[in-house]
Each structure stands twice: as structure tokens, then as C-alpha cells.
């Protein structure tokens, strides 16, 4: 006796559920919030630290606090907004008078230690 097309889709969508509750994966546990990758607290280098101070901040905070700094002390060049002319702060930490805003991120890291748990 055939079944019918109803229970037919009936039954395989209760065993495509019973699958996928066997095979997923346990739901992270909320522990306030999340503190890894870009939000993780990074110390920046004593040269850093005099561009954005000596706490302990996400490596969000320390591009957006060098990002002010450059603005406001009007480092970016006149006709390619893209390089970042240093003055004598922000060439200690890039090693070089000018850079590209798309390689700063890797001068800043080489300034940033992780915190230690």
C-alpha cells in the first residue's frame, strides 16, 4: 500500500529534523560579551603610546585613535588622501616617512603585544 504524498513529507521532514538536531552544534555559552580578534584589549608600544595613550585598548580603538591623530595634525597628503605622511611620532612606529592608510595596519601591529590572560 502506498503512502500517500502528505504523510510521505510528513515523515521526511521529521527525520531531516532528528538529523540535524544529532549533527548541530552546541550553542556557544553567553558569557557577557565576546573578547576575541579585533575586540581583544591589545598594549601598544611606548611610541604608540604616545599617539593613543597607555591603557590597554581593542585594536578598533587604537586605528580609530591613530586615525584622529593623523586628522587632526593634517598628515594625510594633499593629493593622494590614501598615504599618511608621518611626522616624527608616526615614523617611529611606520619606519619610513610615508605609507598607504592600507598598509598602516601592519606597521600598528608590530607595535600592539596581545594581553596575556
Do not use: C
Amino acid at each position: 500500500m502506498a503512502r500517500t504524498a502528505e504523510k510521505s513529507g510528513k515523515g521526511e521532514t521529521a527525520a531531516a529534523e532528528k538529523k540535524t538536531k544529532a549533527t548541530a552544534k552546541p550553542a556557544a555559552k553567553a558569557t557577557g560579551s565576546a573578547r576575541g580578534g579585533i575586540t581583544a584589549p591589545v598594549t601598544p608600544s611606548a611610541d604608540l603610546a604616545e599617539i593613543v595613550g597607555k591603557a590597554d585598548l581593542p585594536r578598533s580603538e587604537v586605528v580609530k585613535k591613530v586615525w584622529e591623530y593623523i586628522k587632526k595634525h593634517d598628515l594625510q597628503d594633499a593629493k593622494d588622501r590614501r598615504q599618511i605622511n608621518g611626522d616624527d611620532k608616526l615614523q617611529k612606529i611606520f619606519g619610513k616617512p610615508s605609507v598607504s592608510m592600507f598598509e598602516m595596519n601592519k606597521h600598528l601591529s608590530a607595535h600592539l603585544t596581545a594581553k596575556k590572560d
